[in-house]
């Protein structure tokens, strides 16, 4: 299959390349220590923004490399 073709574009395709965003994400070294830290703080009582600010003093980025946003739940 060539790549930018219409082919590309097919339910198929797009789930393709859907799991293999997925599966990489999941196989990323920074992404499976930030999620063990993330377990850690949450099951030790922290708020999500607490967490965030762990994360972005611990110097984790995402993955667009900016720091975390400070959500509200």
Partial sequence: MKL????NLTAKAR?????AMR???LQNENNQ????LIVSLR???NSYGKIADELN????????????????F
């Fill in 57 to 72: 003093k611990s110097g984790f980025k995402t993955s667009r490399a900016v720091n975390l946003p400070r959500l509200r």
């Fill in 33 to 36: 220590k930030a999620t063990a």
């Fill in 4 to 7: 930018r073709t219409p082919h």
């Fill in 15 to 19: 789930k393709m390349g859907s799991e």
């Fill in 43 to 45: 099951n030790a009582g």
């Fill in 23 to 25: 599966l990489k994400a």
